[in-house]
């Protein structure tokens, strides 16, 4: 696996949702809109059993608006769960949540019941820009709850309507390899867990049977759509790097920084409307990644049965060790 990922103060969060889960009507999952299936937290259904879902695609506008589209059918046709897709940034996003929540638990709402939401998400994909334009940019109410832990904030958006903030979580292991590549290169994942040059690389795969316009317009290549899909990905790397001017001395493309300009310019969205990943792709990567996942479980159970099979009852210590 080309990504390690050392998601830190998981445990402690995976804790607080624990005891707060019982009192939560409904949890709002924020997803990059760029990657909608492997930003979803694989643990989140047995995190909050089954509460209802509002996932929500955030970052819309610099996401394919026809995949997002695909994504919010997808999602909305899961048991206890809506979807809706929007840019933090938009000046009301908070009349969509809460009608959307509305609809997820009708019998919530109101002074005597308010309702009470849980919001979760990987790091970098825009939750504190999402509550900041949802709670007024900052006028809402903040503070550690009493009795829980400090990793969770309750923020009051209206009298009737509380949500509890939880720190960026990412979860123990990627099952699903492609994820792990499209969440680094997203910025999900820290500059140190992963080789940038594998990153861009994998991303300039997908790119260019799936973006080569989007790939010409931006680096200005000449390449049509087919010449660019049958490229070797190394050197298309090395073609944007000269268009770059990542040259070392003696001519040689500096591939290094390639990679960084390739991730760069994907997160701050110098390429254009771009989705990693559409429902079925991800579906097919999610099952490839359980089958190596029961794989792996078998030979690791294997060589444990055989070790133990063959170890032979123990000697005992010979006399002066
Ligand atoms: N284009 C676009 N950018 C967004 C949107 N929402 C957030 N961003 C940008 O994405 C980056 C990350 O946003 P944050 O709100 O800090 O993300 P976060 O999920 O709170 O990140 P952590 O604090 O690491 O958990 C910032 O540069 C935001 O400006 C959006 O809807 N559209």
Request: charged content about 25%; aromatic content about 6%.
């Amino acid at each position: 696996m080309a990504i390690q990922w050392f998601p830190g103060h998981m445990n402690l969060t995976r804790k607080a949702i624990a005891e707060r889960i019982k009192d939560i009507d409904v949890v709002i999952e924020v997803l990059d809109a760029r990657l909608p299936g492997s930003s979803a937290n694989p643990l989140l259904q047995e995190l909050t059993g089954h509460k209802p879902r509002l996932k929500v695609l955030n970052k819309q506008d610099v996401a394919d608006p026809a995949r997002t589209a695909q994504w919010l059918d997808w999602y909305n046709a899961q048991p206890e769960t809506r979807a809706v897709a929007l840019d933090a940034s938009e000046p009301a996003p908070t009349r969509r949540l809460i009608e959307a929540c509305q609809l997820l638990a009708p019998g919530r709402g109101g002074m005597a019941k308010p309702m009470r939401v849980l919001i979760c998400g990987v790091p970098n994909v825009g939750k504190s820009t999402l509550i900041n334009s949802m709670s007024n940019k900052g006028q809402a109410k903040t503070g550690d709850e009493a009795g829980v832990t400090k990793l969770e904030q309750r923020i009051v958006l209206a009298d009737d309507f509380y949500l509890w903030d939880t720190p960026g979580m990412l979860w123990p292991r990627i099952a699903v390899e492609q994820s792990g590549y499209n969440l680094a290169v997203s910025g999900a994942v820290g500059r140190n867990a992963y080789d940038e040059e594998l990153v861009a690389l994998e991303f300039l795969r997908y790119a260019q049977r799936n973006y080569a316009g989007h790939l010409r317009e931006r680096y200005k290549l000449t390449q049509d759509d087919a010449q660019m899909a049958a490229m070797p990905d190394d050197e298309l790397l090395e073609a944007i790097g000269r268009k770059r001017g990542a040259v070392m001395s003696g001519g040689r493309v500096n591939l290094q920084k390639a990679a960084e300009i390739v991730i760069t310019d994907f997160r701050i969205h110098n390429l254009g409307r771009i989705t990693l990943e559409t429902p079925q792709e991800y579906e097919e990567w999610f099952r490839q990644g359980m089958e190596a996942d029961a794989l792996r479980q078998a030979k690791k159970d294997a060589r444990a049965k055989s070790k133990k099979g063959g170890r032979g009852p123990r000697k005992p210590p010979e006399a002066g060790t």
